[in-house]
């Protein structure tokens, strides 16, 4: 069993962005000497995400407009209080949704499924540099 550790970097448009992260952890596998394991994709930062969803124009604006019928930006949140920064919502929707994700692979190929793309999701309210730090477990 062996654990290679990759990071790649993305630039976001800030809040509502979503990017499509499937081709760059495929190359890391790709690139590794591992045929069969799993990646965790973990997004370093409290106020993005990282999921899988079919990676459309439709489901694109849907999911933001879902994230902001649970945790609206209009409201209060005791995060905004105490740092007067405006993210308080941003932080919310990320622990939702979570900073990662396990894919298995086999032959050295994502195993999900046909319409199924990793993705990064920003919460922040303005553009960010994301680190996604991706760890590779197999054989």
């Given at each position: 069993m062996?654990?290679?550790?990759?990071?790649?970097?993305?630039?976001?448009?800030?809040?509502?962005?979503?990017?499509?992260?499937t081709?760059?952890?495929?190359?890391?596998?790709?690139?590794?000497?591992?045929q069969?394991?799993i990646v965790?994709?973990?997004v370093s930062?409290?106020?993005?995400?990282?999921?899988t969803?079919?990676?459309e124009p439709?489901?694109?604006?849907?999911?933001?407009?879902?994230l902001?019928?649970?945790?609206?930006?209009?409201i209060v949140?005791e995060?905004?209080?105490t740092?007067?920064?405006?993210?308080?919502h941003?932080?919310?929707?990320a622990?939702?949704?979570g900073?990662s994700?396990?894919?298995?692979?086999?032959?050295?190929?994502?195993?999900?499924?046909?319409?199924q793309?990793?993705?990064?999701?920003?919460m922040?309210?303005r553009?960010r540099?994301?680190k996604?730090?991706l760890?590779?477990?197999?054989?």
């Amino acid at each position: 069993m062996s654990v290679i550790t990759k990071t790649i970097t993305v630039s976001s448009n800030g809040e509502n962005d979503m990017i499509d992260i499937t081709r760059q952890t495929d190359e890391a596998i790709k690139a590794s000497r591992l045929q069969d394991g799993i990646v965790a994709i973990f997004v370093s930062g409290s106020t993005a995400a990282v999921t899988t969803i079919e990676y459309e124009p439709g489901l694109k604006k849907d999911f933001p407009e879902m994230l902001a019928r649970i945790a609206p930006s209009e409201i209060v949140y005791e995060h905004d209080n105490t740092w007067h920064d405006g993210n308080g919502h941003s932080h919310v929707r990320a622990s939702l949704l979570g900073p990662s994700l396990t894919v298995p692979f086999k032959n050295k190929g994502l195993m999900l499924g046909t319409w199924q793309q990793i993705v990064l999701l920003e919460m922040d309210t303005r553009p960010r540099d994301r680190k996604i730090i991706l760890q590779l477990i197999g054989e």
